[in-house]
Every structure is written in C-alpha cells, then in structure tokens.
C-alpha cells in the first residue's frame, strides 16, 4: 500500500511535470520576466435589451416545449443554464498579470512550460491584438491571451527563441462565442 494516496491531503503541486501542464506556481518575480503585462481576462461587453430578450424568449419556448413534453429535468436545466448566463453578464473582469520567462508562460499564477507549448501566433482580430498558443490538451488546444498596447514585433521575437510560430485556426467555440455575444 505504498502507492496509496490520501485524497484528504490536498497537494500544492503535481508530484511530476508531465502530470499537469498548467502548473500552479507562486507568482513569479516579473521584475525578472523576459516580458510581462497586466490587462483584463475577458473584454466586459455591453448587453443590450434586444439580447436580454432573444435569450429570455429562447429559454421561455424551450421551458414551454419541456413543460408540453413533461420533461421536468429539461426546465431545471433550462433554467438554471438562464440564471448562470444572466449571472455572466454581470461579471467584471479582473486584471490579469502575464508574462514570458526562462520557463514559460505564467498567465495569473499558473505556468505554462515550453516543452508542454507545440507553438504560438500573433493574432488580430476587432481591433484588438491576441496571443495564441497551442498546447498538447487534447480538449483546449489553444489558450488565447489578450495583448493590450504591446510591442507585437518584440513579442515575436522572444517567442521565437523558444518555440514556432504557426498560424492556429478560429475554433468552432470562439466563433459561436462571438457571434451570440459572449
């Protein structure tokens, strides 16, 4: 029984690398970064009433449909799927800290390491700049970071001397996000 783990015992850390490839670390001394900045994790977007109906409309034919159908389990999510959106768009965001070192990636308090990263692109899109990077995760193969008033060139170049630059695809997720508004 000496491989028995107690799961009463939280761990700070993964016992190895390669279990995790985000790794919680302490947060780094970015004074030492190769290159950090700070901007919000997600841009705040300003709802409209028109969206507040279509997707007050939406949940109320599809709890309607469920209630014609007696499907009861169908309204507690439908609802509960409302409640958590409505509650979404009430979020701020906080400020992100970010920053390129020796090691990788930090986003926050997490690290991505280089040997986990495959490759990057530098990406624009509505005005606003992204880094895209590509990871081994079969689920999230790419983790987008925001780039607010940045040297994108500097970037580049830093990028470089660790990993490829490949031009990523918009995920089918991103796009859907997008277009209903999230």
Known sequence: MQNTI???KPTAHPSSPEESSAQEAPVPDYAEALLSWTAPEFEKRIYTARWFFVVGGFALICIIAAIITKNYFFIVFIALSFLVTMLYTRQTPRDMAFAIAKEGVYIGRKVFLWKI???FALMGRDGRSELSLETEKL??????IPLPEIN????RVLLKKF???KEHPESAADELGKNLGF
């Open 139 to 144: 689920l999230t193969p790419y983790i987008r």
């Open 163 to 165: 990993i490829p630059e």
């Open 152 to 155: 994108i060139e500097e970037l």
């Open 6 to 8: 107690d799961l009463r």
């Open 117 to 119: 990263l495959k490759s």
